[in-house]
């Protein structure tokens, strides 16, 4: 029951719970990818985590470009030579009435949502089935289990998400050492909250909104605990909402 040594790529790792993950997995002895578009943001936190003794790289890539994800999982393996987990963390959350008509907003949640879910499972797969072992997580939310006012779409997207990643622990569990977990946070303070732009569907969230939202770090520790399972013990799900976030 070991994090330490294993090699870990994490998109969205710029900020939120993809840079909180980065650096829990790496206080804890994993290697870390750090991969997002925003650059300034990867150096800043892979300096934080080379300062305490950790190790760490980061490559720029948009999860929407399965060429960028290929090139992800080729710049981890030239640096490590595998891929132990591999995190599926980018994602969107910008929140809206659908009689509002925001339909390039729809689309980037499918591409970012789905499409950059898909694409960072073709990206690691084939080095992991070659492995014979490893490790995905995909990062859901409460809204793949429920659809809240304003989230028809984004639920959409994290029920496809779960969907995806239970088809695909069907598909690999009789055969492989492949993991997969799902992990569904409810309410949490990251930057999610900024890309609404429909203020009748922020006030909304207000009105289901926890006293005390969870913290990145929280889901970070989540992260971790399915990573350090022995390998066959498979978490295929954890869901963490604030203690008083009602559903």
């Known amino acids: 029951m070991t994090i330490e040594g294993k090699i870990v790529v994490i998109t ?16 804890r002895g994993a290697k870390v990818v750090l991969s997002a578009r925003r650059t300034e943001r990867l150096e800043e936190t892979v300096g934080r985590i080379k300062q305490a003794g950790g190790e760490a790289s980061y490559f720029s890539a948009d999860v929407t470009s399965l060429d960028e994800m290929k090139a992800l999982a080729d710049f981890a393996l030239k640096n490590y030579h595998r891929i132990d987990v591999w995190v599926n963390n980018a994602g969107l959350m910008p929140l809206s009435f659908m009689n509002k008509l925001k339909v390039e907003e729809w689309n980037r949640m499918v591409d970012v949502n789905i499409k950059g879910v898909l694409n ?7 080095t992991m089935e070659n492995q014979k072992e490893g490790h995905i997580v995909n990062v859901s939310s409460v ?18 998400v779960r969907a995806i990643t239970e088809g695909l622990r069907m598909e690999l569990s009789p055969t492989s050492n492949i993991r997969t977990t799902i992990i569904s946070p ?3 303070e990251t930057e999610l ?3 609404i732009t429909d203020p009748d569907a922020m006030e909304a969230l207000k009105g289901r909104s926890a006293r005390q939202p969870l913290k990145a770090e ?17 978490v295929n799900e954890i869901i ?8």
């Open 143 to 160: 809204a793949g289990h429920r659809v809240g006012m304003a989230g028809a779409v984004y639920s959409g997207t994290k029920f496809a």
């Open 120 to 126: 960072g499972i073709a990206a690691a797969l084939p």
């Open 218 to 234: 929280d889901i970070a520790n989540a992260i971790a605990y399915a990573v350090e399972q022995p390998e066959w013990a498979s």
């Open 193 to 195: 909250l900024e890309t």
């Open 186 to 188: 409810g309410l949490v």
């Open 12 to 27: 969205g790792a710029s900020s939120g719970i993809g840079q909180a993950a980065a650096e829990k997995l790496a206080e």
């Open 240 to 247: 963490i909402r604030p203690t008083t976030q009602g559903s």
